[in-house]
């Protein structure tokens, strides 16, 4: 019997692992929140606010827990232009866009502009972490059931949606979100 010749071990330098480990545990959790998503979403009875997440229908109301005390209620902004922002702690485009957001908020906050963050999958530990280390002052809110997440039909991180004063979707915009195109959307939104 020929002896087997063992396959040379491949040496990641640590930068590689570390984003090979970021990408694996994104898709993990990316993989986590799609399946739940489905199957929820297979098992509910089709609503008129989830099943017509689009421009120029109203956006669907929801009610989340803040990390620093107190809710957030959608319908309790009405009047005001409203930005909903769908992120995670370990998600890299998420933490690209989000020094934008924070900057974008300062901004415009005295315009009237409504900005707030919500997190279906980390503990409220992880996200005070992630946000605490961002510097971000907006609120951020935990979708702890992921009620929020299916009724916006969220399935790929970042996601944002942009609602007018009337609470009716403007548009939305799924990936990563670059400041000038952020403030370009907040500009039509304050129209």
């Not at 640590?14 to 090979?20: I, Q």
């Not at 992921?146 to 548009?171: A, E, K, M, W």
Request: net charge positive; hydrophobic share 40%.
């Amino acid at each position: 019997m020929a002896k087997e010749k063992a396959l040379p071990r491949v040496r990641l330098p640590k930068l590689r692992r570390s984003l090979l480990a970021t990408a694996l545990a994104t898709a993990a959790v990316l993989g986590v929140v799609a399946a739940v998503a489905f199957y929820s979403l297979s098992r509910q009875q089709e609503s008129t606010s989830a099943a017509e997440v689009r421009p120029g229908r109203p956006a669907p109301d929801f009610k989340v827990a803040l990390l620093n005390g107190g809710t957030f209620r959608l319908s309790e902004q009405r009047g005001r232009p409203t930005v909903v922002n769908f992120w995670y702690a370990s998600c890299p485009p998420c933490r690209l866009e989000m020094p934008d957001f924070e900057q974008t908020w300062r901004e415009y906050k005295d315009r009237g502009l409504v900005l707030v963050g919500i997190n279906p999958s980390d503990t409220a530990e992880e996200a005070r972490r992630f946000v605490d280390e961002i510097g971000v002052t907006y609120p951020i809110g935990l979708d702890t059931d992921l009620q929020v997440l299916l009724n916006y039909r969220v399935l790929f991180f970042p996601s944002t949606v942009f609602i007018h004063r009337d609470g009716t979707i403007l548009r939305t915009h799924l990936g990563y979100l670059d400041g000038e195109l952020l403030r370009g959307y907040v500009e039509e939104l304050l129209q």
